[in-house]
């Protein structure tokens, strides 16, 4: 059985950052794509990036992510965090061999219980 657990949220002050983690058991390989999510209150989940068994999606300067193999975690860098950078974050999971991955929340098979990060003063 696949399970996420995510776990490095908190509070931070404006321009702070925090270090996100993706404990992931129950894949039989390595060859399985992290998305990461947020959803701010009465918004949408959106994407914010992804990484393969080959690498990262898609990263800039705000949001890194990175994979520790050896760990099975995942890990999302947050830089220069904002009040409206305030939700709960999740990562998921879908077992994959490709070096491609994206942002239909859809696509995703497995999902972690979430943890909120909450920016403020």
């Known amino acids: 059985q696949v399970q996420l657990v995510e776990s490095g949220g908190g509070l931070v002050q404006p321009g702070g950052s925090l270090r996100l983690s993706c404990k992931v058991s129950g894949f039989s390989s390595d060859y399985y794509v992290i998305g990461w999510f947020r959803q701010a209150p009465g918004k949408e989940r959106d994407w914010l990036t992804c990484i393969t068994a080959f690498g990262p999606r898609k990263n800039d300067t705000q949001f890194i992510v990175s994979r520790d193999k050896a760990k099975s975690t995942t890990y999302l860098e947050m830089n220069n965090l904002q009040p409206e950078d305030t939700a709960i974050y999740y990562c998921?999971?879908?077992?994959?061999?490709?070096?491609?991955?994206?942002?239909?929340?859809?696509?995703?098979?497995?999902w972690g219980p979430g943890t909120q990060v909450t920016v403020s003063s």
């Open positions: 998921a999971a879908v077992e994959s061999p490709y070096d491609a991955c994206g942002r239909y929340r859809q696509w995703y098979q497995y």
